[in-house]
């Protein structure tokens, strides 16, 4: 019996090339694909089999199962390059294959002239400052796909966009962009970034998105700080990158104990008081196992909060639930903050002091279990942001009959091409 059910899985490699599988085979073989939990398994049986691989390999595939499984952890991301997981972690066998890949180089100006703001999806979100420019032009903003070495430049913003919603370069202080999430949809394929900018008296918020056919920033959202309850005037407010959690993106407002609103839907701000003590401390908000959304926060130096929050539809009352208080794996000294979230994990950051040396040591906290592991290590105090993905024969790239190269989980519009070395 058991080499009946066998026959009717032969490597498709010994059939004639040309000749498809029957498509119940075909249709079988998905199913038993998409219950390989390891990335890194799938990966290994699309390397073995030719017919295997162009099943894996097709988009349709891998988008029905990025839906159920989530990504590899495989490092992470700065100006240095990547970093991968350590070897104790599940994903370094991965991660090391990576490692070859991934870097910033190719980046026009060198990656040392960049800085990441994020990382989503497979991208990196990397500015490029330049100190003899207009503060509107300081921050050159690109999306780039490190594995396949692609970017897209996003074009600056007008003096007549910011003027449309009551900015001036003389009375800006500070911007920040984030990657907006695609939602994993088959139809969320394209690149959106939202930057905020902010000066003494007004918060700005635009939105660039290859989903429109002019490519071009949007102002979507401006409001002073009075109409948002805060002192008309302010020298610092939000602190970056901020979070995006069903659909919202949330900023924790510097030293207060208040959390700022984006409901990306209805592009409208509301604000919210946070557990008393909060001034000082970082937080991330996440979306928990419950289906709400929920929060960590540092506790001094040898732990974290995690809170959910409960919101009363009837009456629009609302509080924060303290959920768990989880020890941190302190040893000697310790300089803890949490470091920003992705893909169901909260990543911690301790700064570590050895001799004349500083390392930044991350750690992840899984929001589902608890459990905190350590990832890796980087040299200095360059903040580094978690890269995600599959492996490289699970991330295939198409050529379209102009040379353009589209990928399934990001099509970049006017990609650039390697520039010279």
Request: net charge neutral; glycine share 6%.
């Amino acid at each position: 019996m058991a080499s009946r059910a066998l026959s009717v899985l032969p490597c498709l490699d010994a059939m004639e090339p040309e000749r498809p599988p029957p498509a119940l085979v075909s249709d079988v073989l998905e199913e038993i694909f998409l219950r390989v939990a390891s990335p890194a398994d799938l990966a290994r049986a699309s390397a073995a089999c030719v017919s295997f691989r162009g099943l894996i390999s097709s988009p349709s595939f891998l988008r029905r199962y990025r839906s159920v499984h989530p990504p590899l952890l495989l490092g992470f991301v700065n100006r240095d390059g990547f970093h991968p997981v350590e070897a104790t972690h599940p994903s370094a066998a991965v991660a090391r294959g990576v490692a070859r890949t991934v870097d910033l180089s190719f980046l026009p100006h060198g990656p040392q002239g960049w800085c990441a703001y994020d990382v989503r999806d497979g991208r990196v979100l990397v500015g490029h400052k330049c100190h003899f420019r207009r503060l509107r032009e300081c921050w050159d903003i690109a999306v780039c796909d490190p594995l396949f070495q692609r970017y897209l430049l996003l074009p600056p913003m007008t003096d007549d966009l910011l003027a449309s919603v009551g900015l001036h370069n003389k009375d800006m202080h500070r911007s920040w962009a984030s990657l907006i999430p695609s939602g994993g949809t088959e139809e969320g394929t394209s690149s959106s970034v939202i930057c905020w900018m902010f000066s003494k008296t007004r918060l700005a918020v635009f939105i660039f998105s290859t989903k429109t056919s002019s490519a071009h920033w949007a102002a979507v959202k401006s409001i002073s700080w009075a109409d948002l309850g805060l002192p008309e005037e302010v020298d610092d407010c939000l602190n970056h990158p901020g979070q995006c959690v069903y659909g919202c993106f949330y900023w924790k407002i510097y030293r207060r104990n208040e959390l700022l609103k984006l409901d990306m839907d209805t592009m409208e701000f509301s604000k919210y008081d946070l557990p008393p003590g909060h001034h000082q401390r970082s937080i991330v908000i996440v979306e928990s196992v419950e289906g709400k959304v929920a929060m960590f926060s540092t506790l001094g130096k040898e732990s974290v909060e995690y809170y959910t929050f409960v919101q009363n539809g009837a009456d629009k009352s609302y509080k924060w639930h303290l959920k768990s208080t989880i020890p941190l794996p302190v040893h000697g000294p310790s300089h803890f903050s949490i470091a920003g979230q992705a893909e169901g994990y909260v990543f911690l950051r301790n700064i570590i002091e050895e001799q004349d040396k500083t390392y930044l040591e991350y750690f992840s906290l899984e929001v589902k279990s608890c459990n905190i592991a350590r990832a890796c290590r980087t040299s200095g105090r360059i903040i580094s942001w978690p890269y995600f993905g599959f492996p490289p024969s699970m991330s295939p790239r198409r050529l379209q009959g102009n040379g353009e190269v589209h990928f399934d989980n990001v099509d970049l519009i006017s990609v650039h091409s390697l520039p010279p070395a």
